[in-house]
């Protein structure tokens, strides 16, 4: 199985904006692919906890680095 990784620049955008990017990437993504999303919105770490919750996806690693926060999910729950 190959594990297809994609990066989603979402710096500089506020709610919901960096979770609007994720979706549209998840929609192209399928089970294994590795998803990694760069963003700046402070409120950013709480929503991808709220995406993960509701999508049931995993959330690998979220750091936060001096100029942005980084998202890794793989994922997992494609239907």
């Given at each position: 199985m190959?594990?297809?990784k994609?990066?989603?620049?979402?710096r500089?955008l506020?709610?919901?904006?960096?979770?609007?990017?994720?979706?549209?990437a998840?929609?192209d993504?399928k089970?294994g692919?590795?998803?990694?999303?760069?963003?700046?919105?402070?409120?950013?770490?709480?929503?991808?906890?709220?995406?993960?919750?509701?999508?049931?996806?995993e959330l690998v690693?979220?750091?936060?680095?001096?100029?942005?926060?980084?998202?890794?999910?793989?994922i997992?729950?494609?239907k």
């Amino acid at each position: 199985m190959s594990e297809a990784k994609k990066v989603v620049d979402a710096r500089g955008l506020s709610c919901p904006g960096p979770i609007t990017n994720l979706t549209k990437a998840y929609r192209d993504a399928k089970n294994g692919d590795v998803l990694e999303i760069w963003a700046t919105d402070p409120g950013f770490k709480s929503d991808i906890k709220a995406w993960i919750e509701r999508t049931k996806n995993e959330l690998v690693e979220l750091r936060e680095e001096k100029d942005k926060i980084i998202a890794i999910i793989k994922i997992t729950a494609k239907k």
